[in-house]
């Protein structure tokens, strides 16, 4: 494995352990909490947290605005459907779902940055949203779920814009623009429901959760510059490890058969697909050795 590629996976499953504690904090929101209003103090109080990182680090610029705008409205948008996800459904659930990110980022790797993708790779994503199926169950369609789906694509949407940046860009910058650039779009989607649900308790859960997610976009933020997107997005699956265990510990949630069979379809398969191409290519190499 090239060092490159470790230190993205590590960085990766790091990230993955914040991201589950942030998922965590959001089911700590009172009752009264709504996602919009919630979204838009978490904003807030994250360009609050950066900006002193951002002016340490020199007041860098980017030439790149454009794509930092896409990032943050595409994300808002994201973030605000998966905390809807989240106060809606089990943790275990919201991530067995929000997981197909990593075959969304494989697929959409394949369509937009022109990575190779092997036939076994497409499928396992085909195995993969099958899985999503069987988790989503049409018969008992949920919105919360379909929500939760939406946040994972706009999420691998943002995992594959990172690629288009340069490396030399400093973090601090590009999650500043993430957050910054948003705050237009959920002030008026806030504002419309006339910030419901505004509360103390509300603003010190916004704090504890920014504490984690920026550190999560942070570690996604170095991964991804240093490895390919399909080479590193297995990692992502830590996460579902992360969160059902957490979901169960805190909270007392667990899955039913039927979703334990979905999640497996989801995860399992690219879990083991490094050790399948390794042992596709021995053979192949072992079939053109020499009688």
């Known amino acids: 494995m090239q060092r490159t590629v470790a230190i993205g996976l590590i960085l990766l499953t ?3 352990l914040f991201s589950a504690f942030y998922d965590v904090s959001v089911k700590w929101l009172p009752d009264d909490a709504n996602a919009a209003t919630f979204l838009l103090v978490r904003q807030v109080t994250a360009v ?3 900006l002193p990182l951002w002016l340490k680090a020199g ?3 980017t030439s790149h605005f454009k794509i930092h705008l896409w990032r943050a409205n595409t994300g808002a948008v994201g973030a605000l459907f998966l905390i809807i996800g989240l106060m809606a459904l089990p943790l275990a659930t919201v991530s067995s779902l929000f997981y197909s990110a990593p075959l969304m980022i494989m697929v959409l790797g394949a369509v937009f940055l022109k990575e190779q993708i092997t036939p076994l790779q497409w499928g396992i994503a085909a195995l993969g949203f099958a ?3 069987l988790i989503l169950r049409p018969s008992e369609l949920e919105l919360a779920g379909i929500a939760v789906l939406v946040s994972a694509f706009t999420f691998s949407l943002n995992q ?3 690629r288009k940046l340069p490396s030399t860009e400093a973090a601090s910058l590009t999650l500043l623009c993430y ?5 237009p779009l959920i002030l008026l989607v806030a504002l419309s429901q006339q910030l419901a649900g505004l509360s103390w308790p509300l603003l010190g859960v916004a704090l504890l959760s ?3 997610l920026l550190a999560y976009n942070w570690f996604c933020v170095l991964a991804y510059r240093r490895a390919k997107a399909s080479e590193i997005a297995v990692a992502e699956y830590s996460g579902l490890i992360f969160i059902v265990f957490l979901g169960w510990l805190l909270f007392d949630e667990w899955l039913d058969t039927l979703s334990w069979v979905g999640a497996a379809l989801v995860v399992l398969p690219t879990l083991c697909l490094p050790a399948i191409a390794k042992l596709m290519k021995a053979r192949e190499l072992k079939a053109q050795e020499p009688v």
Do not use: D, E, H, K
């Open 131 to 133: 899985g999503i199926l």
């Open 59 to 61: 007041r860098p610029g």
């Open 179 to 183: 957050n910054l650039l948003s705050l």
């Open 14 to 16: 790091v990230g993955n």
């Open 160 to 162: 594959m814009s990172l």
């Open 48 to 50: 609050l947290m950066l």
């Open 210 to 212: 920014n504490a984690f």
